[in-house]
């Protein structure tokens, strides 16, 4: 089943997902960085990553669920809400974790900060396994290339 909300042909959903994805990833280590140096640069950059790590999982999640809504095939079966369900956990622990940072960067990292940060690559990994069972093994957004 082809992607409905796609640009040139690419479905944009999966081409917004990696940038969340990076951005926890970066987030978690910022604050490791930071447990290990005591550095304030990493607690800045914690700070930076979780802010854009939310304002990309947003826009990620504005895209699939467009697509969810729109592509009738796609809601009819449990498993594209049960990747809807663990990326809006996702995006909410991105969420409180960027808040949490916003007004004292170095003492929101240790512990809820890093606390959050480990959470938030726990639900990426949720949210991902599913993703992934949507595109290899019912065939969401994939297309046939023809010869």
């Known amino acids: 089943m082809q992607?409905?909300?796609?640009?040139?042909?690419?479905?944009i959903h999966v081409m917004l997902v990696t940038f969340p994805i990076a951005l926890v990833c970066a987030t978690l280590g910022a604050d490791l960085f930071y447990w290990w140096s005591a550095d304030p640069f990493f607690a800045r950059v914690g700070l930076w990553t979780s802010g854009w790590g939310f304002a990309m999982g947003a826009t990620a999640?504005?895209?699939?669920?467009?697509?969810?809504?729109?592509?009738?095939?796609?809601?009819?079966?449990?498993?594209?809400?049960?990747?809807?369900?663990?990326?809006?956990?996702?995006?909410?622990?991105?969420?409180?974790?960027?808040?949490?940072?916003?007004?004292?960067?170095?003492g929101a990292v240790l512990p809820w900060g890093l606390f959050l940060s480990g959470l938030g690559l726990v639900f990426v990994g949720l949210a991902g396994w599913h993703g992934g069972k949507l595109v290899f093994e019912h065939q969401i957004g994939v297309s046939e290339i023809s010869d």
């Not at 992607?3 to 479905?11: D, E, R």
């Not at 669920?65 to 909410?92: D, F, N, Q, Y």
């Not at 991105?94 to 808040?99: D, H, L, S």
């Open 3 to 11: 992607s409905s909300i796609q640009l040139a042909g690419h479905p």
């Open 61 to 106: 999640a504005l895209s699939g669920t467009a697509e969810l809504l729109v592509s009738r095939g796609i809601r009819r079966s449990a498993e594209p809400w049960s990747h809807a369900v663990a990326a809006m956990m996702l995006l909410s622990v991105i969420a409180a974790n960027w808040g949490l940072r916003l007004f004292d960067r170095e």
